[in-house]
């Protein structure tokens, strides 16, 4: 059996998929792939989110499948992600704002730069995630770049903060059983 790479397009129309066209029941067709797409409208009785596509049936060439996939594991990778740092700012919180604790007055705001770090990893993993859905049934892929960067440096300064603290902390405790 001879298979190809998937990252090889059969015709020139597969490498722009811009040829989009639709049908009278809301059906899209990339380049011999059918979408169908069903609106907010035809899902609930009030009709208030009409246009929005809720769910996309997708005919499985190539890698279709495989590559939905992993962009909703890259969504829970994410959530996960967002989990971990809001719980991980409640504990900040909740231990380090101890009585008699030298972490006392940077407790608070070290867990609400836990949290709001939190919020931010989440919301770009829901947004990911639908760009790169819509992307990927356009047959392109962009790249983030910018916001994996603002989750790194906002993680590295929240634990460089907590490595500062804790070396205080202990050069206090040196100090004062000398």
């Given at each position: ?56 049936l997708l005919e499985n060439r190539g890698t279709t499948a495989r590559d939905h996939l ?88 929240i634990v460089s903060a907590i490595l500062v603290l804790l070396a205080r902390t202990q ?8």
């Amino acid at each position: 059996m001879n298979e190809r790479a998937p990252l090889l397009a059969d015709t020139q129309e597969d490498l722009n998929p811009g040829n989009v066209r639709y049908d009278s029941d809301n059906r899209e067709s990339h380049s011999g792939s059918v979408l169908y797409g069903k609106s907010c409208a035809e899902n609930s009785d009030n009709g208030a989110s009409a246009g929005l596509a809720v769910s996309l049936l997708l005919e499985n060439r190539g890698t279709t499948a495989r590559d939905h996939l992993a962009s909703e594991r890259t969504f829970l990778a994410y959530l996960r992600t967002s989990l971990a740092l809001a719980a991980g700012g409640v504990v900040i919180g909740q231990l380090l704002d101890l009585p008699g604790s030298v972490f006392g007055s940077y407790a608070r705001p070290l867990a609400a730069s836990c949290i709001v770090l939190a919020l931010y990893v989440l919301l770009v993993g829901i947004h990911r995630y639908f760009t790169v859905q819509n992307e990927l049934t356009k047959g392109v892929f962009t790249v983030a770049r910018f916001h994996i960067g603002v989750i790194a440096l906002g993680l590295a300064g929240i634990v460089s903060a907590i490595l500062v603290l804790l070396a205080r902390t202990q050069r206090e405790t040196i100090m004062l059983s000398s």
